[in-house]
């Protein structure tokens, strides 16, 4: 079937619950959901504070005791994008922290939908490209399997905790997303600084591949997954030209005017973020193309990335 075709078979959906609603993605997804009417409901650890939101403790154990599935009954879709910063010098309670935070979280959420009368008919749950590991110059598909390491291990249990939903015949995605570029913080708030002093540069060797996201193209690419009946499971979330990490902060350096002669050596970033964040977040190299969001006749807004950091920096 032609993608354009695909496209044209738009979901009706309108209850939207969202975990994870107060991070990044989730500043950038809700005014869109509400722009597009669509009312979404906020899962919050805290108390809810009126009906716009339902409050959840998403590591409780055994699964399905954070959140009664009557809470959650009634929505036409749930997107899951709840975690733990993965941010940070990775301890070992940072470690556990990122596990269980999507482990268990995404247990109890897909418990909770997949006894929900009645349950929603998708489930959009993140997940990350780390899911590759590091792959050198391989051409990476939904079809490529996972690679070895810590945030590989995650995303499959992750990935793995969200078959519950499905199993009970809930149609659900996992977005493996990759880098995202926002006004609003993640990855580029923090390289901003140096670079706009003029101290920004290539990451070790800087031959490791980079597969970044607009964050306008990942609200797009959620809208997508909550709307288009063919996509489920893993979808890779990324724009289509990746670049390599010499090449994406040299385009970076030039949108700002300022040079990119200052590489950053691996001891830096080992100092600053602890050796094995910094060799999996920053170092590791993941050439990620989107086969399956670009067959379901997606057409992204940022492919390019110069025109992405111009429209944000
Ligand atoms: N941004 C990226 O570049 C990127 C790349 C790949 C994958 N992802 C994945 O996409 C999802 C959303 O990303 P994001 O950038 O929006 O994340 P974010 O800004 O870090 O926000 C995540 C949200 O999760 C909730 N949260 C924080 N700590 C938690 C914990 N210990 N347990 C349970 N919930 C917790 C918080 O929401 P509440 O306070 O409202 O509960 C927080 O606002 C995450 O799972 C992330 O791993 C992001």
């Given at each position: 079937?032609?993608?354009?075709?695909?496209?044209?078979?738009?979901?009706?959906?309108?209850?939207i619950?969202v975990?994870?609603a107060s991070g990044l993605i989730g500043g950038a997804l809700l005014p869109a959901l509400e722009r597009g009417s669509m009312e979404p409901?906020r899962?919050?650890?805290?108390?809810?504070?009126?009906?716009g939101?339902?409050?959840?403790?998403?590591?409780?154990?055994?699964?399905?005791?954070?959140?009664?599935?009557?809470?959650?009954?009634?929505?036409?879709?749930?997107i899951?994008l709840?975690?733990?910063?993965?941010?940070?010098?990775?301890?070992?309670?940072?470690?556990?922290?990122?596990?269980?935070?999507?482990?268990?979280?995404?247990?109890?959420?897909?418990?909770?939908?997949?006894?929900?009368?009645?349950?929603?008919?998708?489930?959009?749950?993140?997940?990350?490209?780390?899911?590759?590991?590091?792959?050198?110059?391989?051409?990476?598909?939904?079809?490529?399997?996972?690679?070895?390491?810590?945030?590989?291990?995650?995303?499959?249990?992750?990935?793995?905790?969200?078959?519950?939903?499905?199993?009970?015949?809930?149609?659900?995605?996992?977005?493996?997303?990759?880098?995202?570029?926002s006004a609003s913080?993640?990855?580029?708030?923090?390289?901003?600084?140096?670079?706009?002093?003029?101290?920004?540069?290539?990451?070790?060797?800087?031959?490791?591949?980079?597969?970044?996201?607009?964050i306008n193209?990942i609200v797009g690419?959620i809208e997508?997954?909550?709307?288009?009946?063919?996509?489920?499971?893993?979808?890779?979330?990324?724009?289509?030209?990746?670049?390599?990490?010499?090449?994406?902060?040299?385009?970076?350096?030039?949108?700002?005017?300022?040079?990119?002669?200052?590489?950053?050596?691996?001891?830096?970033?080992?100092?600053?973020?602890?050796?094995?964040?910094?060799?999996?977040?920053?170092?590791?190299?993941?050439?990620?193309?989107?086969?399956?969001?670009?067959?379901?006749?997606?057409?992204?807004?940022?492919?390019?990335?110069?025109?992405?950091?111009?429209?944000?920096?």
């Amino acid at each position: 079937m032609h993608p354009s075709k695909r496209q044209k078979a738009k979901l009706p959906v309108n209850r939207i619950l969202v975990s994870g609603a107060s991070g990044l993605i989730g500043g950038a997804l809700l005014p869109a959901l509400e722009r597009g009417s669509m009312e979404p409901v906020r899962l919050v650890r805290g108390p809810a504070r009126g009906p716009g939101e339902i409050s959840w403790n998403p590591s409780a154990e055994p699964p399905g005791a954070g959140l009664a599935s009557s809470a959650v009954a009634g929505f036409d879709a749930a997107i899951h994008l709840a975690g733990e910063s993965v941010v940070g010098r990775w301890t070992a309670a940072k470690k556990n922290a990122i596990r269980d935070s999507r482990v268990l979280g995404t247990r109890t959420l897909a418990t909770a939908l997949a006894h929900a009368d009645p349950k929603p008919k998708v489930l959009v749950c993140a997940s990350a490209i780390g899911f590759y590991g590091d792959r050198g110059d391989e051409v990476l598909t939904e079809e490529s399997a996972s690679g070895r390491g810590f945030l590989p291990e995650v995303c499959r249990e992750w990935e793995e905790a969200s078959r519950i939903a499905a199993a009970a015949g809930i149609r659900t995605v996992n977005l493996r997303i990759g880098l995202v570029l926002s006004a609003s913080g993640g990855a580029l708030g923090k390289m901003l600084m140096p670079f706009k002093l003029g101290l920004g540069g290539r990451m070790g060797s800087g031959g490791q591949w980079w597969s970044w996201v607009h964050i306008n193209d990942i609200v797009g690419g959620i809208e997508q997954a909550l709307h288009t009946e063919s996509l489920a499971g893993p979808v890779n979330m990324v724009a289509p030209n990746p670049l390599r990490n010499a090449e994406f902060t040299r385009t970076l350096a030039s949108v700002l005017g300022r040079p990119a002669i200052f590489p950053v050596p691996r001891f830096a970033l080992a100092l600053a973020f602890g050796k094995l964040a910094a060799d999996e977040l920053f170092l590791s190299s993941q050439q990620v193309k989107p086969a399956k969001l670009q067959m379901s006749g997606y057409r992204f807004q940022f492919g390019e990335l110069r025109a992405a950091l111009e429209s944000l920096v």
